[in-house]
């Protein structure tokens, strides 16, 4: 599974939303690094597609500054005449007759469209390229989240794509599900005797899953504040992690054999409602603070001093309602403005059902799994051992510790870079279909339902914190803490 181990076919790879900040930041460097790679075809283009009255080389020019740093320049260029730029409005006639000639000029290419646009244009390009006939041949679509904003909105979205492009050519994106660690899960329990026959409620204490980020909204607060912590990150990313964490082992890693089981888990997690929400669930709100040092202005100043019900953090427990996981906890907690960013899933195992030492040589604490996704990625295994020397039997709990990249000396290739190319290769095995995403929705959608009837406003915090009080008040309410490695 590694993105350079397989060949790719020439293909044309077509970025609606070109301009935007996923466009230049993750997509076109993701590209430029598998072409530094030798895995972009030289006939391949890349096509970015806004509103905006730039050319080809106004485009390139503007991409020019955020690929200067990964290469040097000589290479950029070469990269650069692969990449194109069509002026083009999803919702006026103008400039399609001409994009449609030029994509349908290379008709033995794999064709992709990256939506990168507001789910609300989803619609409208899919209707388009259908009219042109660029939905035929080896054509795929990639739907960026959110795919709506409740399970409604999703189902309308993925009806009227689906009238265009079949549910194999369909590749809804989650870039979690593309990150290193991520992978490394899968392999960690299923490449390894020493895990699953433990992986279970008998052994297992809980499960937190933090996805934690120093950055504020910034300019993306106009899609920020319609959506919140658990529309962008929990409905889709953490739920992902808590499926890979979750699911039964599958047959094999076909597309279908690993999204059945990832389904079966999101149908299994226990309704959090009305009933139950404000015992679960804590959302909260940054105010001006300090991050990495510098004072920060609160989300309400970063919206243009906007007063808004919308969370920038969320903290809740999860759980799963069948024999593996009955009784087990799932703490997710996600949130800007935190001191550190930091995503990690850490498996806590029940401690030890006796002890056999003397108090006074320290107390027997449980074993961790930490699988760390960012920053620095890698697994940390906590485990007691005994205080090497004379001096007494003294207990020590330390990690076995291993950074993928010291371990293996290389750079890890970023989620797209992986994710692009399984698209181009046909491999929908790391995307979601499209019930995962109904169920998805189906559970979050309560939730959401049940914030709004309370009328509560989310619980202030300063920047630079881990988020409201409450957060730590609803793992501490069951004798745990949130994992202090990240803290
Ligand atoms: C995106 C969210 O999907 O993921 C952003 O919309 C968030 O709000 C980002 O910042 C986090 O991704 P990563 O890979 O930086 O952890």
Known sequence: MTASSQSVEPFDLVIFGGTGDLAVRKLLPALFHRFLDGQIPASSRIVGIAREALDDAGYRASLREALVGICDAAKLDVFLQQVFYRPLDARKDEGWDDFAAFIGAQPEHVRVFYLSTSPELFVDICGRLGHYGLNQGKSRVVLEKPIGRD???????????????????????????????????????????????????????????????????????????????????????????????????????????????????????????????????????????????????????????????????????????????????????????????????????????????????????????????????????????????????????????????????????????????????????????????????RWAGPILAAWSASGEAPRPYAAGSWGPSAAVALIERDGRTWNEDSE
């Open 151 to 441: 399970l409604d909105s999703a189902n309308q979205i993925n009806d009227a794509v689906g009238k265009v492009f079949s549910e194999s050519q369909t590749f809804r994106i989650d870039h979690y599900l593309g990150k290193e660690t991520v992978q490394n899960l899968l392999v960690l329990r299923f490449g390894n005797a020493l895990f699953e026959p433990l992986w279970n409620s008998a052994h297992i204490d809980h499960v937190q899953i933090t996805v934690a980020e120093t950055l504020g909204v910034g300019h993306r607060g106009a899609y920020y504040d319609r959506a919140g912590a658990l529309r962008d990150m929990v409905q889709n990313h953490m739920l992902q992690l808590l499926c890979m964490v979750a699911m039964e082992p599958p047959s094999s890693l076909a597309p279908d054999a690993v999204r059945d089981e990832k389904l079966k888990v999101l149908h299994s997690l226990k309704p959090i409602d009305e009933s139950n929400v404000a015992q679960l669930t804590v959302r909260g709100q940054y105010r001006a603070g300090v991050a990495e040092g510098a004072s920060v202005p609160g989300y309400p100043d970063e919206l243009g001093n906007t007063k808004s019900n919308t969370e920038t953090f969320v903290a809740l427990k999860a759980e799963i309602a069948n024999w593996r996981w009955a009784g087990v906890p799932f703490y997710l907690r996600t949130g800007k403005r935190l001191p550190d960013r930091v995503s990690e899933i850490v498996v806590t195992f029940k401690p030890v059902p006796h002890s056999i030492f003397n108090p006074d040589a320290g107390t027997l604490s449980q074993n961790r799994l930490v699988l760390r996704l960012q920053p620095d990625e890698g697994v940390k295994l906590w485990l007691t051992i005994k205080h090497p020397g004379p001096g007494g039997l003294r207990l020590r709990h330390v990690p076995l510790d291993m950074s993928f990249a010291e371990a293996f000396g290389v750079q890890q290739p970023d989620a797209y870079e992986r994710l692009l190319l399984d698209v181009v290769r046909g491999n929908p095995t790391l995307f979601m279909r499209r019930d995962e995403v109904e169920a998805a929705w």
